[in-house]
């Protein structure tokens, strides 16, 4: 019964779902005859509007051409008026710029050139289409007068804006570059920005349309002139303030100079003025009249009292300009204008950098060397016919046997060769004229002044040996401070000295060979070798010196003066060698200078002491009778003692007297020569005394024994001494 009952009810579930397909059926065939109603009403409707839309079409297209045709016909009537509007332009550009040509660029500068590209281009159009119309020769007149007061304003803006620059700003620079350790660097403005700005724009124009190159001859000639009138300042300034307390730097690098710690030794040594001039009057002087008022005679203490070079060469000028203050004002002049020189080299050099550097924005670049190389000529040239006059004024002193002039040349000649460098990177480019320049001068000062030390040396060595010229007192010879002091500037320039001697090949005449050299050129000599040239150079003015005064000393009837003379020249020298770096210098070719030195003033000391022998000779044993005590002697062994007494009273009063106004300078030499001769001498003279004490050989013993041994020593003391 259970199976029967589920087949019904799954019989009846089916035929449920049947009847509801059915039903779904007939709903989806009552949907698709709408659609297809509605599909047919559609269809009716686009074909009505298809045939609606064709007929509006049919009407519309023509007039659609029509418009179209005339608005490409508008067009073309807008084209031609725009064509002819501007070309009719080009016939008034004439008038139309006419105001602003006449009236020129001067405050408005962008417009001036906006009305030249007009004139410019209207130029163009009637050389296009119309080259033999009147109105093309109009607009290029217009475009000349245009490009006239165009390049009249380039030379306008430079001339009045182009001012020479300012001596403490020039030393400013200077200073900052050469000895300051301070980072911000001295600005050289020549031009005002915006007139810059004007004239790098006017420059432009002219390069690019107008075709000519006068503005650069304009440009080099204006500022060539400012550049020459920046330097001539400078010298002013020297002139005016340098002998007074002028101001000769800026308050700002003055304060920088004095608080500012200097961590590096400075690039260039400035020359300070005096020393060299002050130390050449000194041997211009001392060829005439002593310090003292003697001829021949000095007074110079030869580093007695420890004075160093400086302090000496300062006393000997402070000497010198009480006695000479007018030549010595003459020479103050000198000084100024050597100092001048120096500096207005190391100012050109920053200048003419400071001009190439303005240059390079104003001129094109394929002329800028040429432009350059013009702009320096003049300024160049007056610097070096300056420098040729100071070789000129050296040679002709060198003719009249003034050889301390080469002592002028010795700083230039140094500063020179140290911005040497810098003439050749700033004049890079230049033609090789003026490349040239700096080197002939430098090879012209240093033929000059290796021809001036070579006279001086042979000028030491054949110094006259005239009784007039020679001190009394037998104290240092001017030749002899002459030719020190001449040494020790050396001293000061010695690597100018040395390249000097080396630039003439002066190796043969010291029979040093030149296998150091590099090159023919005088600055491919190596430091060692220039320093050995002129360490032969030195030795060779010593031993000329030390031939002279040999010959010198045989002027003097005694020997015993003409030793003190040789020791005290001999003393002086190597006193002089040992205070300064000369010796260094020496012994760099003769090794055993110093020890040779202290030989010789050794053997004077001998040779001067041997005139007490005939003094102590008196003393001696020989000739005194053997006698015993209380024996009473004869009448000739009487005057034997009394002879001796008498012969050394005489001699000594004799030598004394003279020799008390001779001159030993150097205290510890004139104290060691009293000690050694009275040592000698009251020996010998206690010793005699003993021997005859007991020997009654006169009435009047205080007749032959005048004077006690604390006595003679006292005389002896006082010898070299014009005051005791």
Known sequence: MIPTEDASARKREIEEKLKQEQETLSFIRENLEKSDQLTKGMVSILSSFESRLMQLENSIIPVHKQTENLQRLQENVDKTLSCMDHVISYYHVAKDTDRIIREGPTGRLDEYLSCIAKIQKAVEYFQDNNPDSPELNTVKARFDKGKELLEAEFRSLLTRYSKPVPPILILDAISVDEELDVQEEVVLEHL????????????????????????????????????????????????????????????????????????????????????????????????????????????????????????RVKHLSDALNEKHGALAGKDDVLDIEIDSYIHCIS????????????????????????????????????????????VSAARRAILRHDYSAVLTIFPILRHLKMNKSDFDATLQGTAASTKNKLPALITSMETIGAKALEEFADSIKNDPDKE????????????????????????????????????????????????????????????????KLLSTYICKVLGNLQLN?????????????????????YNYILKSLEKSELIQLVTVTQKRAESSYRELIQQQIQDYQRSWVKVTDHLTDRNIPVFQPGTKLKDRERQVIKDKFKGFNDGLE?????????????????DFIRQSQKKEVSEAYRTFLQRCANISFTKNPEKYHKYRPEEVEEMIERLFDTSA
């Open 192 to 311: 005002p920005e915006a007139v810059l700005q004007d004239i790098i724009c006017i420059a432009g124009w002219l390069v690019e349309y107008g075709r000519n190159q006068d503005f650069m001859n304009v440009y080099f000639q204006i500022r060539s002139n400012q550049l020459d009138r920046s330097i001539k300042g400078l010298k002013d300034h020297f002139r005016k303030n340098s002998t007074s307390s002028g101001v000769l730097y800026s308050p700002a690098v003055q304060t920088k100079r004095k608080d500012t710690p200097t961590k590096k030794a400075p690039k260039r040594p400035v020359y300070i003025p005096g020393t060299i001039r002050k130390a050449q009057n000194l041997l211009k002087q001392y060829s005439q009249h002593g310090l003292d008022g003697k001829k021949g005679g000095s007074n110079l203490t030869p580093l007695e009292a420890g004075y160093d070079h400086d302090l």
């Open 347 to 390: 100012a050109f050099v920053k200048l003419a950098q400071s001009e190439y550097s303005l240059l390079t924005e104003i001129i094109p670049e394929h002329h800028q060397k040429k432009t350059f190389d013009s702009l320096i000529q003049e300024a160049l040239d007056n610097l070096m016919l300056e420098g040729d006059n100071i």
């Open 468 to 531: 007039y010229n020679m001190p009394k007192d037998g104290t240092v010879h001017e030749l002899t401070s002459n030719a020190i002091l001449f040494l020790q500037q050396l001293l000061d320039f010695h690597e100018t000295a040395g390249a000097m001697l080396a630039s003439q090949v002066l190796g043969d005449t010291y029979n040093i060979p030149l296998d150091p050299r590099e090159s023919s050129s005088a600055s491919s000599f190596t430091s060692d070798f220039s320093k």
């Open 549 to 569: 005064l040999l010959s010198k000393s045989k002027v003097y009837e005694d020997p015993a003066l003409s030793a003190i003379f040789l020791h005290n020249n």
């Open 654 to 670: 004799e030598l004394c007297k003279i020799q008390k106004g001779w001159a030993i300078p150097d205290k510890e030499q004139r």
